[in-house]
């Protein structure tokens, strides 16, 4: 993982959830998709105990856009 990343994204989000909300006050949303899902049990893993949704973990329906 870049070093870039754990600094300037997931250390500051994590301290700014824990400095407002406990693990019963809040819901973590990912934005992740059906390509990434492979990584939901290392996101869940890190941001223990909240839980961890990503709300788009579906696979496409063919014939269908998203923003339809």
């Given at each position: 993982m870049?070093?870039?990343?754990?600094?300037?994204?997931?250390?500051l989000?994590?301290?700014?959830?824990?400095?407002?909300?406990?693990p019963?006050?809040a819901?973590?949303?990912?934005?992740?998709?059906?390509?990434e899902?492979?990584?939901?049990e290392?996101?869940?893993?890190?941001?223990?105990p909240?839980?961890?949704?990503?709300?788009?973990?579906?696979?496409?329906?063919?014939?269908?856009?998203?923003?339809?």
């Amino acid at each position: 993982m870049a070093q870039c990343s754990a600094e300037l994204k997931q250390k500051l989000a994590r301290e700014w959830v824990e400095s407002r909300y406990g693990p019963d006050e809040a819901l973590i949303y990912v934005g992740i998709d059906w390509m990434e899902i492979h990584r939901m049990e290392a996101i869940q893993r890190g941001w223990a105990p909240y839980e961890v949704k990503a709300p788009d973990d579906g696979s496409p329906i063919l014939g269908q856009t998203r923003n339809a």
